[in-house]
């Protein structure tokens, strides 16, 4: 479904010595993995592990420097800002649109939008009078769920999600995983779940990847996280007392 092979990534060191200066900073190295279809991998680490890198070269927004990426079904992209990720001027029924019109350009035909808005914000539980809000009419765990609204109109096989849930109260965070979850099994999708935290990883995921310093310490099917051998993978897990 989704293969990195040996990829690396580098991106221009700031601050140097000269103004042109050809330093770069390593951000990815020899990064291989896969993602199974159906399943919801986790990619957990640090700030500044490179997740959300490792997260662009998936998408397509970022070619590495090497290696190779092959990702097999059309994909969609939950971003952790959804305050930025939505036009501030445009309403819910607008922000859904954007989907729908990509859609009907890409198939050559004429969708139904009110309907199809209808049951989108039927599926994210939203009623109906959510659909002329604006961003700023609506709590962070609402907007979000427009955002997935969004991603899952474009009909995709495969969503990303960027630290989508973090930024969210803990309650929130519970409530839009249990729909993620519904969602993924009505439609057969397969997840990649980008996170610093461990416990949602835990309670969402079916195997987890652990990136430190660019590289994959680790990788792990949830129910066997008591095996990991990793020292890094070891000293996540132990910070975290309570796992489900
Ligand atoms: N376009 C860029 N140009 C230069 N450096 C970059 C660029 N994008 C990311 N970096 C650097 O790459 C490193 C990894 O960033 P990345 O956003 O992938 O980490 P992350 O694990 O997602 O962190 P966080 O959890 O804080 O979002 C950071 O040191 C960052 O400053």
Do not use: W
């Amino acid at each position: 479904m989704i293969r990195l092979n040996n990829v690396g990534v580098s991106f221009r060191k700031e601050n140097q010595k000269k103004i042109f200066g050809k330093e770069r900073q390593q951000i990815l190295v020899d990064v291989s993995m896969h993602v199974k279809e159906k399943e919801c991998l986790g990619i957990l680490g640090e700030s500044g592990s490179g997740k959300s890198t490792m997260g662009r070269v998936i998408c397509g927004l970022l070619k590495p420097d090497c290696g190779k990426v092959e990702v097999e079904k059309p994909i969609s992209i939950v971003f952790q800002d959804y305050t930025t990720s939505a036009n501030p001027r445009f309403t819910v029924k607008q922000i859904i649109s954007e989907s729908l019109i990509v859609r009907e350009r890409r198939e050559s035909i004429r969708l139904d939008r009110e309907k199809e808005i209808r049951k989108l914000l039927e599926l994210v539980g939203l009623s109906e009078e959510f659909s002329l809000r604006y961003p700023h009419e609506l709590s962070g765990g609402q907007l979000q769920r427009v955002c997935i609204a969004r991603a899952v109109a474009l009909q995709p096989k495969i969503i990303l999600f960027d630290e989508s849930i973090s930024s969210l109260d803990a309650y929130t965070q519970v409530q839009i995983m249990d729909l993620l979850k519904e969602i993924r099994k009505k439609y057969g999708l397969t997840y990649v779940f980008i996170t610093h935290d461990l416990s949602s990883v835990t309670y969402f995921c079916d195997r987890v990847l652990f990136l430190y310093q660019g590289q994959i310490v680790e990788t792990c099917e949830i129910a066997e996280l008591g095996k990991v051998k990793d020292e890094y993978a070891k000293k996540l897990l132990n910070s975290v007392v309570n796992l489900r």
